[in-house]
């Protein structure tokens, strides 16, 4: 089976998924917005992302998958929703779960996540999906938690 079939195969197995489908230089991804909460003037979201490339020599598919938080807006002064200071200020944050302090398996950031978010999303459905995709093509799964090189 050729890459091309293999992509394919794993766009097939994610149709049912609303997300959003790049590819740069031989490097997949698939991107969703899991989560979104507006207060006042600010908004946060949490976007779920996975990763992979195939490699035909080796028969493997590198697969990578995380969770990011970002947030922009008005806010009240201090954090989005708990405190309440004078003024108003623009506030824009942007968090990484991969290379910052934020590290480990997508269940811990998972974990992390739900106490300020509710959000019913089985990512663990999608890496089951692409695995069982790549595996039927005849290629290694391997999975990572840094990013797809």
Same mark, same amino acid.
């Given at each position: 089976?050729?890459?091309?079939?293999?992509?394919?195969?794993?766009?097939?197995?994610?149709?049912?998924? /609303? &997300?959003?489908? #790049?590819?740069?230089?031989?490097?997949?991804? *698939? %991107?969703?917005?899991?989560?979104?909460? $507006?207060?006042?003037?600010?908004?946060?979201?949490?976007?779920?992302?996975?990763?992979?490339?195939?490699?035909?020599?080796?028969?493997?598919?590198?697969?990578?998958?995380?969770?990011?938080?970002?947030? /922009? &807006?008005?806010? #009240?002064?201090?954090?989005?929703?708990?405190? *309440? %200071?004078?003024?108003?200020?623009?506030? $824009?944050?942007?968090?990484?779960?991969?290379?910052?302090?934020?590290?480990?398996?997508?269940?811990?950031?998972?974990?992390?996540?739900g106490k300020d978010y509710t959000y019913q999303?089985?990512?663990?459905?999608?890496?089951?999906?692409?695995?069982?995709?790549?595996?039927?093509?005849?290629?290694?799964?391997?999975?990572?938690?840094?990013?797809?090189?």
């Amino acid at each position: 089976m050729t890459a091309a079939a293999i992509v394919n195969e794993i766009q097939s197995a994610l149709q049912g998924y /609303s &997300g959003k489908w #790049t590819e740069k230089k031989g490097l997949w991804e *698939f %991107s969703a917005v899991i989560a979104e909460r $507006k207060v006042f003037l600010s908004k946060k979201k949490i976007t779920y992302s996975m990763k992979f490339r195939i490699d035909d020599v080796l028969k493997t598919v590198k697969f990578s998958e995380m969770l990011a938080k970002a947030g /922009s &807006g008005l806010s #009240t002064g201090g954090d989005f929703d708990n405190d *309440f %200071s004078s003024g108003f200020g623009f506030k $824009k944050e942007t968090y990484n779960t991969i290379g910052g302090a934020r590290q480990g398996s997508i269940e811990e950031q998972s974990t992390l996540f739900g106490k300020d978010y509710t959000y019913q999303f089985r990512y663990e459905e999608i890496r089951e999906k692409v695995q069982a995709a790549v595996q039927n093509a005849g290629y290694q799964f391997v999975y990572q938690i840094l990013p797809v090189i």
